[in-house]
Nanobody
Framework: QVQLVESGGGSVQAGGSLRLSCAASGYTVSSNYMAWFRQAPGKEREGVAAGYSLGGITYYADSVKGRFTISQDNAKNTVYLQMNSLKPEDSALYYC??????????????????????WGQGTQVTVSS
């Protein structure tokens, strides 16, 4: 059974940093596409970052490019999202997601929900001005 458990959310002032973690069980993060999505109240869920370790691929939404970094520790089977220079508009519930047996997802689809099979429960990030 695949489980994804996020942690690391919290409250931070604008300009601050947080690192989210997504610990996977029953699943190997190093050989599959992993992604982070977020959903703010009243808004649709949006993809912010995706990565594929075997392919050396990382991909970011324009809104977070240069501020967020997706990475992973294969020994810990954990994916991270380092978030720097946080803005109030980054406030949202952040979800970790995992694809299934996909060796390639074209760039335009890497941040689309329906490319991912497994989802965590989310961790809240609140950025105050």
């Amino acid at each position: 059974q695949v489980q994804l458990v996020e942690s690391g959310g919290g409250s931070v002032q604008a300009g601050g940093s947080l690192r989210l973690s997504c610990a996977a069980s029953g699943y190997t993060v190093s050989s599959n596409y992993m992604a982070w999505f977020r959903q703010a109240p009243g808004k649709e869920r949006e993809g912010v970052a995706a990565g594929y370790s075997l392919g050396g691929i990382t991909y970011y939404a324009d809104s977070v490019k240069g501020r967020f970094t997706i990475s992973q520790d294969n020994a810990k089977n954990t994916v991270y999202l380092q978030m720097n220079s946080l803005k109030p508009e980054d406030s949202a519930l952040y979800y970790c997601a995992a694809a299934t047996r996909k060796s390639y997802i074209q760039p335009g689809r890497r941040l689309m929900e329906n490319e991912y099979t497994y989802w965590g429960q989310g961790t809240q990030v609140t950025v105050s001005s």
